[in-house]
C-alpha cells in the first residue's frame, strides 16, 4: 500500500514539474487566417473601433456597453487600445485578469492579407496557477479563433469594407452646360437649385431638351469656403451666356455608385471612394461628381433621396 501511495506522490510530482517546464511565464498564443481583400483596406477597417459594431458577432451587448471601446464576447470584455497603421492592441478583461493580446494585419505580397492574433498573459510559477491559467489560454484562443474567422468572413467583400458598392463604368459623351458659385458654407438644397433653375431657364430658351439628372461638385476651397459647380447634360452644343458656359463630357472609365441618403451619407461615400482608388494603386483622372437622381427640393427625407456619384480612372 505504501508504494501505491508512494508512486503516486511521484507521479503526481513528476507531473507538477512537467507543468512547471511545459508552462512558460508568461504564456504566449495566437491564432491567424488568411483573407483575400486589399490590404490598406483591411488594415483601415481593423483599426477603426466605429467599424467593429458591423461584424461583431454579440450585437445585443454593444448596446449595453457605455464605452464605444469596448465589446462583449461570451462575457468577456474586449477593450481596444493603442493603435498603429496596420496593428491594433486589445485586452481582453474576465472575471479575475486581462489578457492582452494584438490583432495585426500583415500584407502577404499578393492580393491576401494575414490576420494575426496574438496574446500573453502571466501565468506564475505555481503549478496549480499554471494550468488554470493554460485552460483559460486555450479558451481565449478559441473565441479568437472564432473572431477571426467572422472577421474574414466580412472582409472578403469589398462593399463591408468600404461601405459601399463600388464598380467600374463607362460613361457617354455629352454636350453640357454648367455654372459655378463660391459660398462661405457648404451650400444648401435651396442654392444648389437655384443654381439648377438657371440652367434649365438658359436651355429652355435655346430650345434645348435635358438629357439626363443634374450633376453636381462641391469643392473645399483653399482658402476657405466652398466652390459649388453644377451642370446638365444637353442634345445639343449651345454657345454659353454670362454666368453659363458649355462643356463637352468626353467617355471615360470610371468608379461609381448609387448612394441613398443625405449628404452627409455622399460626401462619406465620395471619401470611401478616394480610399478605394487609392488602395487599388489606381489614377483619378479628374473632379468626382454626383447625379442628383432625386429632386431634392421635392423630397424632404434625406433617407429617400438617391445620388450616383462618379470619379473617372484611365
Given amino acids: 500500500m505504501g508504494k501505491v501511495i508512494s508512486g503516486v506522490v511521484i507521479l503526481l510530482c ?9 508552462i512558460p511565464n508568461p504564456l504566449t498564443f495566437s491564432d491567424a487566417v488568411f483573407v483575400k481583400c486589399n490590404e490598406s483596406g483591411a488594415a483601415r477597417f481593423v483599426i477603426s473601433e466605429n467599424k467593429w459594431p458591423q461584424w461583431w458577432p454579440e450585437k445585443n451587448s454593444l448596446a449595453k456597453a457605455h464605452n464605444p471601446l469596448e465589446f462583449s464576447y461570451k462575457g468577456n470584455t474586449y477593450l481596444i487600445g493603442n493603435k498603429s497603421h496596420s496593428a491594433v492592441e486589445i485586452g481582453i478583461i474576465n472575471k479575475t485578469d486581462t489578457i492582452f493580446t494584438k490583432l495585426n494585419v500583415f500584407n502577404t505580397g499578393g492580393d491576401s492579407v494575414l490576420l494575426f492574433w496574438q496574446g500573453r498573459i502571466h501565468s506564475g510559477y505555481n503549478p496549480i496557477t499554471k494550468l488554470i491559467t493554460y485552460r483559460k489560454a486555450m479558451e481565449t484562443k478559441n473565441d479568437i479563433h472564432a473572431l477571426l474567422q467572422r472577421l474574414s468572413v466580412f472582409l472578403k467583400n469589398p462593399d463591408n469594407i468600404y461601405g459601399f458598392h463600388f464598380f467600374v463604368t463607362m460613361s457617354k459623351d455629352s454636350t453640357l452646360v454648367a455654372t459655378k458659385m463660391n459660398s462661405a458654407s457648404y451650400p444648401t438644397t435651396e442654392e444648389i437649385y437655384s443654381l439648377i433653375g438657371k440652367l434649365r431657364k438658359y436651355i429652355a430658351d435655346n430650345q434645348t431638351k435635358e438629357n439626363s439628372y443634374p450633376m453636381l461638385n462641391v469643392k473645399d476651397l483653399e482658402t476657405g469656403g466652398y466652390e459649388t459647380t453644377v451642370a446638365l ?3 445639343k452644343e449651345l454657345p454659353g451666356k454670362g454666368e453659363i458656359f458649355f462643356s ?7 468608379i461609381t455608385a448609387e448612394v441613398k441618403g443625405g449628404v452627409q451619407t455622399v460626401n462619406e461615400a465620395l471619401r470611401q471612394m478616394s480610399y478605394y482608388i487609392t488602395d487599388h494603386q489606381l489614377v483619378q483622372m479628374a473632379i468626382p461628381h454626383q447625379s442628383l437622381i432625386t429632386d431634392r427640393l421635392l423630397e424632404p427625407d434625406t433617407s429617400k433621396w ?3 456619384i462618379y470619379i473617372p480612372i484611365p
Fill in 306 to 308: 438617391s445620388t450616383k
Fill in 14 to 22: 513528476l507531473v507538477l514539474i512537467s507543468v512547471y517546464y511545459l
Fill in 248 to 254: 463637352r463630357f468626353i467617355p471615360w472609365k470610371g
Fill in 233 to 235: 447634360p444637353v442634345n
